[in-house]
């Protein structure tokens, strides 16, 4: 029924938010922690979470193409809920190194789960606009980080920002038993899964991967380094937690117009167009103040939440039948970026400024637009 597939989207989204959330939280919360983490520490911790999270790429792809996804993102879930109870009962920052790299072990596992999950459940036309609505994910996150995490470290510690996502993790895992299983939700066995890899020879999943690299190498430095950025400015703590939150809240009416917009420009054109918009806009974060900043904040968050799903439906038709596999291997390639990105920041700060940073991150944005000429026609 068509509440059911709604729902499917409805939990894989909440899902995808736990696992970028997570992801999220160390750049707010670092900032209050009482373990006093430097400029090398934080960028290792984001760093394992990433290492961790790309090692599942692979397996978390294929198994999703395999089995059914649901059990896949459940069992995750309770991974993710699992470290984060560690992460926020940690007294070192030896600790807060492996929580976070096992919690990117137990999120990696999400998005390859719920895209092949969403994949099974709509085709044609319906497809890009479900995929809209699953990638609420993305804004939502980022918008609740900066309003939501602040608030807590000041007014219940820090710590509690870990409790509280691993009690969500928990009850949304238990949320897929609601809906029970239906047809749809079983992965097709056309082919087996270790023996037909044929699909991740496309060279359009060659492009979608590299691209998408350099997209979101710049992506998780603005993301993971913005919140900083703003008290530099001379924000206080909230100011700066709204000015972070600006960068996506736009991004919510945006995601859910985005399928609507792919389905008139296509997947390429979209990728192309408003990565170019949205390059130009970072190195502008480096040059603005006052209003300005504000507005190109502002501008950020609805660009970008038109890409993500963007990028989310291309590797859905891409791979079609083994969408898993592909958006594994894709997501392989998005979150190394991020393992990546944090030692790169790292270095332009401690050599440089935040202006070299955003300009850094503009250049790489418009890099990876023009390599999304390179797409063959996806329909």
Excluded: H
């Amino acid at each position: 029924m068509a509440y059911r597939r709604w729902f499917i989207v409805g939990v894989s989204s909440a899902s995808f938010f736990l696992s970028y959330f997570s992801r999220l939280a160390w750049s707010i919360v670092s900032v209050y922690s009482s373990l006093r983490p430097t400029v090398i520490e934080d960028s290792i911790i984001f760093s394992l979470f990433f290492i961790g999270y790309v090692i599942v790429q692979l397996p978390s792809g294929l198994i999703s193409d395999e089995v059914n996804p649901r059990y896949v993102v459940m069992t995750a879930l309770m991974g993710l809920a699992a470290s984060s109870i560690v992460s926020g009962l940690g007294n070192s920052v030896f600790v807060e190194y492996v929580a976070s790299f096992f919690m990117g072990l137990s999120a990696g596992w999400v998005y390859p789960g719920t895209v092949k999950l969403i994949t099974m459940n709509f085709k044609g036309r319906e497809l890009p606009i479900a995929m809209g609505y699953y990638s609420l994910a993305w804004p939502l996150s980022i918008v609740l980080a900066g309003a939501v995490l602040p608030f807590i470290c000041v007014n219940l510690g820090w710590r509690w920002a870990y409790y509280i996502i691993s009690v969500i993790s928990i009850t949304v895992s238990l949320l897929y038993l609601i809906n029970g299983g239906n047809d749809n939700d079983q992965p097709s066995k056309a082919s087996g899964v270790f023996t037909d890899l044929t699909v991740l020879k496309n060279p359009n999943t060659l492009v979608i991967s590299l691209s998408g690299f350099l997209f979101f190498l710049s992506y998780w430095v603005i993301t993971l380094y913005a919140y900083k950025y703003f008290l530099t400015l001379g924000f206080n703590d909230y100011l700066a937690g709204l000015a972070y939150s600006l960068l996506a809240l736009l991004g919510i009416p945006s995601t859910v117009i985005a399928g609507y917009i792919i389905s008139r420009l296509n997947v390429k054109n979209t990728l192309v167009i408003f990565e170019a918009i949205y390059g130009v806009l970072t190195i502008l974060l480096g040059l603005l103040t006052g209003v300005g900043l504000i507005t190109v904040a502002a501008a950020m968050g609805f660009v970008r939440f038109i890409i993500t799903p963007a990028n989310s439906t291309a590797v859905s038709l891409i791979g079609r039948e083994r969408a898993g596999s592909v958006t594994g291997l894709a997501n392989l390639f998005w979150q190394l970026s991020g393992a990546v990105a944090p030692g790169i920041a790292a270095y332009l700060l401690l050599s440089l400024n935040y202006r070299y940073l955003w300009l850094f991150s503009g250049l790489a944005i418009l890099m990876s637009a023009l390599m999304y000429q390179l797409l063959l026609s996806i329909k």
